[in-house]
């Protein structure tokens, strides 16, 4: 973790302005997703619905790959409902990530259980450039996702309201305490920002491991 610690070629004037943004106080118990949590929506929302398996796969790309939706019921360029076809490589097993508000984009790998999830997504929702559609075949609204969200965390009596950004905290928390480096997870993430990624290596509870030698 040396390499966090080297000196930025900054003045203080431009410190100034990269300083931490505000923390807002919540009404969420907690910010982020335990994966078993994860684990559990996934489920749930595979068991619901007609479009169970399109709404699993929507999740487990959210987290594992800090998807970002947005806030915004007009925004159309959130990152998970602008996603394309032509942004996956199944040949590969890559996915190019395409980062909103000024964010770093970067290619990601893509493990089995994504392929899997993607290539059934491809036969049942096929024609479309777009990864998660309606049954109309239009790409989802932001507005939908939220619900989908909800819903697979009521099912899966998650003990709060779940809302997408959960799962983008998710990814970044689980990094963090898997003992990735911080600025390969700022990457993966596309922070700008280090001081965005920073939050999470701050809770991981790998860093407190050898406190202790019971």
């Not at 559990?40 to 790959?65: N, P």
């Not at 689980?174 to 700022?186: C, E, K, M, P, V």
Request: with cysteine; proline share 7%.
């Amino acid at each position: 973790m040396s390499a966090d610690t080297t000196q930025l070629p900054f003045s203080a004037k431009s410190q100034s302005r990269s300083a931490p943004p505000v923390k807002r106080s919540s009404a969420r118990e907690r910010e982020y997703l335990r994966p078993s949590e994860v684990e559990a929506m996934i489920s749930a929302a595979r068991s619901v619905g007609r479009h169970g398996v399109r709404d699993a796969a929507m999740i487990l790309l959210m987290f594992r790959h800090g998807l970002s939706p947005s806030d915004t019921l007009r925004e159309r360029t959130a990152e998970l409902v602008a996603l394309k076809w032509s942004q996956v490589d199944f040949s590969g097993g890559y996915i190019e990530i395409r980062r909103v508000k000024h964010g770093h984009d970067t290619v990601h790998p893509l493990r089995a259980p994504e392929l899997r999830a993607l290539r059934q997504l491809k036969r049942d929702y096929p024609d479309t450039p777009y990864v998660f559609v309606s049954e109309r075949k239009a790409p989802l609204s932001t507005r939908s996702v939220r619900q989908i969200i909800a819903r697979a965390g009521l099912l899966a009596k998650i003990p709060f309201p779940v809302h997408p950004h959960q799962l983008r905290h998710a990814c970044g928390y689980y990094l963090a305490s898997s003992g990735q480096d911080t600025r390969a997870i700022q990457d993966y993430l596309g922070h700008k920002n280090i001081h965005h990624t920073v939050r999470y290596t701050q809770m991981s509870p790998q860093r407190f491991e050898n406190f202790w030698r019971d």
